[in-house]
């Protein structure tokens, strides 16, 4: 179908669904394998050339896992588990590509997805109870039910740099890196950012620019990720022990596999204390962050005491201590933002082609055609690289022209934060799931719940012949208000980063997410289902 003939359809040539998805990556592939389960016809509209969400988009150099890998792949299909073999302990970006493309064509799921189709609006129709999107080239579809996808760190963000469109080098973002590469052997290269994204790709091309200016506004707590390929009898022991791993990922906090010790930090001696931190460091991925005493996660003198280790060892590992207190963390408590994961990455600037600038002293003024110009100076480059971030949890949902009852836009009621009723619906739009919105923690643990959760509430309309589920306005208040409340004494809402939209100027900070722990969560939800989905408008 060309663009035209797409353009000039019909009312009755207009595809009709039970459900549209918009997305397919992690959950809208799983969101689509469910639906089909429960006998409703339903279609996942793509941006994307291929599927996989995240892991098609973000393919930059030494993207990776930071949580292990069999703890993050789908759990629905004993015979996918056992047919998969994670290659490492922590997978990278074209393994992880490559499994949501065997997920998708060993559940014959291309079938009902349309790829290359930008979801330019939603629109609800209040005199038909449907949805109609309209996708960039004017393809439209109609749904009773509407799903969106669209991840929570999936809208790039690059700040408004005077002179961004005049640099006649390469530049481009770590979350849209072109899928043939950049050419980056031999060239001078500046990273802009040095969170989760930029601390995996700078360990990575260090390897083989000519030079590397990285520009640095926040010093990150950056943990050793000790990744290692997974041998044979290890491979046996994860597939006969994934009944186990999964349950422990349901009653953790984050849905990780990682415990809190029970005890507090302050309760032991120091040499205890030392010790305990000590072999949680030769550990692998979040076992320092999640495996620690409990009040290291709280605001307080354990945190503080943790934190100061954690910099002790970022110390030994730069040769220049003035990199080094560059490079040391100062201005945030230790797990107030997510924690990334690294695998060299102090080293690389103890090479003699690498340079720290910190923006915080000499902020950057302007792109030009040459490079950057900071307040201090001026580097020529040949690539800019903007490891800047995301428009996290509404950016996406934003990029999106969505409209409920009344012609009411979510942009604009989600103006001064989210407004939802756990997560998962919003007051005046309804049959519309928000479905990324309410998941927190190892993404595929704390969704695939949370996916069961949203088809099952379909399927209980379906069943009981209504036609619409609705947040109440009551409902929603009180739980805007419980993010507010409990959200502001928890730790990650402490730091200005992308949990509180503090990254986006302009954002009105708040939560995005739930404050409740995910076993906390599912119990919630669970509760309301099994009061007749209290809390929601059938009609």
């Not at 979040?286 to 354990?302: C, I, Q, R, T």
Request: with cysteine; proline share 4%.
């Amino acid at each position: 179908m060309t663009s035209t003939q797409q353009q000039s359809q019909t009312a009755e040539e207009i595809e009709q669904y039970d459900v549209i998805i918009i997305g397919a990556g992690v959950t809208g592939l799983y969101a689509l394998w469910r639906l089909r389960q429960l006998g409703f016809s339903a279609h996942s509209f793509e941006e994307g050339s291929g599927v996989g969400g995240t892991w098609f988009w973000n393919r930059y150099p030494g993207c990776r896992f930071d949580s292990e890998s069999y703890t993050y792949g789908y759990s629905f299909s004993e015979e996918l588990l056992q047919e998969w073999d994670w290659k490492e302990h922590y997978s990278g970006q074209p393994e992880n590509e490559r499994y949501l493309n065997y997920v998708a064509d060993k559940f014959d799921l291309r079938r009902d997805i349309r790829l290359n189709s930008r979801v330019m609006s939603a629109v609800f129709d209040e005199n038909e109870n449907r949805w109609e999107v309209v996708m960039e080239d004017g393809y439209r579809a109609r749904g009773q039910f509407l799903v969106t996808s669209v991840g929570i760190l999936s809208a790039g963000y690059v700040p408004e740099f005077e002179g961004k469109d005049s640099f006649k080098g390469v530049s481009c973002h770590t979350g849209r890196w072109p899928q043939e590469g950049v050419d980056l052997a031999g060239k001078r290269v500046g990273v802009i950012g040095t969170g989760a994204s930029g601390v995996q790709l700078i360990t990575e091309i260090a390897k083989e620019v000519s030079h590397l200016t990285v520009f640095q506004r926040t010093a990150n707590f950056c943990a050793p990720l000790r990744n290692s390929p997974i041998d044979d009898e290890t491979q046996r022991e994860i597939k006969e022990n994934f009944p186990e791993i999964f349950k422990k990922c349901l009653e953790t906090p984050g849905s990780f596999v990682h415990e809190f010790d029970p005890r507090s930090a302050m309760s032991v001696t120091p040499e205890e204390r030392l010790e305990q931190y000590e072999r949680l460091w030769q550990k692998s991925g979040f076992a320092k962050w999640l495996s620690n005493f409990y009040d290291v996660m709280m605001p307080g003198e354990a945190n503080e005491d943790y934190a100061e280790f954690f910099r002790n060892k970022i110390r030994e590992r730069v040769n220049d201590p003035v990199v080094a207190e560059m490079l040391v963390p100062k201005t945030h408590m230790f797990g107030s933002k997510r924690l990334p994961c690294e695998s060299g990455y102090y080293e690389v600037f103890n090479q003699d082609n690498v340079l720290l600038v910190d923006v915080r002293e000499a902020p950057i003024e302007r792109i030009t055609p040459a490079g950057i110009k900071t307040k201090d100076a001026e580097y020529n480059l040949d690539v800019i690289v903007f490891a800047t971030g995301f428009d996290a949890v509404t950016g996406s949902l934003n990029r999106v022209d969505i409209r409920g009852e009344g012609g009411q836009t979510l942009k604009d009621k989600f103006a001064n934060g989210p407004r939802t009723y756990m997560g998962v619906q919003s007051a005046g739009f309804p049959n519309l799931f928000t479905i990324n919105q309410a998941s927190v923690g190892n993404f595929v643990r704390a969704a695939e719940p949370l996916v069961d959760w949203v088809t099952e509430a379909m399927a209980y309309v379906r069943d009981n012949e209504y036609s619409l589920i609705s947040a109440s306005p009551q409902a929603e208040e009180e739980w805007t208000q419980h993010v507010a409340d409990a959200g502001a004494k928890i730790l990650r809402s402490q730091a200005d980063s992308w949990f509180v939209g503090a990254n986006i100027p302009g954002k009105a900070r708040g939560l995005l997410t739930a404050p409740d722990t995910a076993p906390v969560m599912r119990a919630k939800r669970d509760d309301v289902a099994a009061n007749g989905y209290e809390g929601f408008l059938l009609q």
